[in-house]
């Protein structure tokens, strides 16, 4: 368990529970406040929003007006928002600029929890200004499982980058990729024990 666990409204994030995540994928303003209800009475421990299925992404201030409908609709539950790069499962390129306008706005309205920003930016936009928000910082690999030494190495860059929260998902292919898996993330565990983990073999 995480020596820094992260307080996300009533969930702990790296506490002794897991946590439960739901995801919202609507992509008009209607189907993302119906989907809303729904999940809200599911009554999830996180809610994901993927910003990325939206059809007005790229437009900021109809952005922040359908996150804040989320918010309305599901109260304190966390919100974990992300807008995913489609090279690793996102639903639609988003332009770099118009994804970090609506996270930089979204965070200065408090509106999210926590915000998930690929490893692939870089240190330098990671850790650009989001007022005090939690940054997940996420790696995919779809096509395999890197060794335990590398997923080891990619949670460790993610943090040494700015991350509040380490994040990878992988696809193994074998019981072996699954081990590997394990023992690297681990392995990053065992080194650096205040970060919470995030960690997914999607097989």
């Known amino acids: 368990m995480p020596t820094h666990p992260i307080q996300a409204g009533p969930t702990l994030l790296g506490g002794e529970q897991p946590v439960i995540c739901s995801p919202l994928v609507g992509k ?22 993927r910003a990325d299925y939206w059809d007005f992404i790229e437009d900021t201030d109809k952005a922040i007006e359908a996150l804040q409908a989320i918010r309305n609709i599901i109260g304190d539950t966390p919100i974990l928002l992300t807008v995913r790069v489609a090279e690793e499962r ?12 609506f996270y930089k706005k979204a965070a200065a309205l408090k509106l999210p929890n926590l915000i998930d920003v690929e490893l692939v930016y870089g240190a330098d936009t990671i850790k650009n200004d989001l007022n005090g928000v939690p940054v997940v910082v996420a790696y995919h690999d779809l096509k395999g499982t890197p ?34 898996f394990l023992n690297g993330t681990l392995e990053f565990r065992t080194k ?12």
């Open 28 to 49: 008009n303003l209607t189907a993302i406040k119906a989907e809303a209800k729904t999940v809200k009475a599911l009554n999830p421990d996180m809610v994901e929003v």
């Open 90 to 101: 996102g639903f639609k390129k988003v332009g770099q600029k118009p994804k970090f306008d």
């Open 147 to 180: 060794s335990s030494e590398e997923i080891a190495n990619i949670l460790k860059k993610e943090i040494d980058a700015g991350g509040d929260v380490a994040k990878i998902v992988v696809k193994p292919n074998s019981q072996a990729d699954v081990l590997r």
């Open 192 to 203: 650096n024990p205040a970060y919470p983990v995030i960690a997914s073999a999607s097989g």
